[in-house]
């Protein structure tokens, strides 16, 4: 008998400890999980991207930080070349970027586009002692540096093949910048909140702006195409930030009330 209430025992402690084991297992999977997506971004491209003090930041970094802060989502930024990035979010290795990337007609045919979230525009830029060059009509003969894959190539390629100039092609802004500095090249074409602010912070430079702007482009964030999902998420998340002064607060940050 008292074999027989010794494994009475045992078997009643073991359904006890089983039972406890599903509960904490069961917890376990009924916890919400925080879905992580992986975003590109161009990590040289202030002041939407770039790194300072072994941190990445810029206007883009923290938008797409707040945004997945309101939406529930984390983020994991993957800096890159900007001519991969739309090859890699069309090859499944990214699920969105970020990296002022112009929203074009070209770019909706591979990629699913956001919301507009900034005005950008392009602009000629020139070293700063040059005179030859005010507008698009006197890049005759001349020497244009572009950076592969942007909207700015493409337009450079438009204005070269219009008005006869020569183009070269670079993977970074810097290098492009350095170009024209060093009269390798006369003229680059960048975004005018880019080269503004670099005009600004680095008066070293030795370059300026010239002209008017040379189109309307806005920026959106990207998705691989037909995720509505994501897609909706940073929408969702863009239009609170907007409507609860975030938004504005991080493009002050950087370059001040537009």
Known sequence: ???LGLLLFVAVIALTLSACGANKAETGANEEKV?????????TYPPFEFEKD???VGIDIDLINAIAEVEGFEVE???????????ALTAGQLDGAIAGISITDERKQVVSLSDPYYEAGLSLIVRADNTTINSPED????????????????????????????IKYFDDSPTMYMEVANKNADVTLEDFPVISYKIAVDPDSNLKVVGDRLNGDFYGIAVGKDNEELLKKLNDGLKKL????KYDEIVNTYVGKK
């Open 1 to 3: 008998m008292k074999k």
């Open 35 to 43: 879905t992580k997506y992986t975003f590109g971004t161009d990590a």
């Open 54 to 56: 072994g941190k990445y």
């Open 77 to 87: 930024l993957k800096p890159m070349d900007f001519k991969a990035i739309i090859p």
């Open 139 to 166: 890049l005759a003969g001349k020497v244009i540096a572009i950076k592969k894959g942007t909207s700015g190539a493409k337009m450079a390629e438009e204005l070269a093949k219009k008005y006869g100039a020569e």
């Open 242 to 245: 907007q409507e609860n002064g």
